[in-house]
């Protein structure tokens, strides 16, 4: 669901990038820009992984509050059984 959730806001701020454009014959992502260096390139995949953990915590709390009632609410079935880890 988080990844559902995640592709709409990606895909339009990749597609308003200057990585999405044509780059010396590659169509769509350049991954490592000689002209940022390798410093700036290994900040910008510390940063992109930072991203991508940072929203799936986010994702799953707010699925976890939202989820519940709407299953409630539409008869679909849950696990009313289940015993969360300790």
Do not use: C, E
């Amino acid at each position: 669901m988080a990844v559902i959730m995640g592709i709409f806001p990606a895909s339009q701020h990749f597609a308003l990038s200057k990585h999405s454009v044509s780059v010396n014959g590659h169509h769509g992502v350049v991954h490592y820009d000689p002209a940022i260096g390798l410093s700036k390139s290994i900040l910008r995949f510390v940063f992109g992984l930072a991203v991508v953990f940072t929203w799936r915590m986010v994702a799953k709390k707010l699925l976890y509050i939202i989820l519940p009632p709407l299953y409630r609410y539409f008869n679909l079935p849950s696990r009313t059984h289940f015993v969360p880890a300790k």
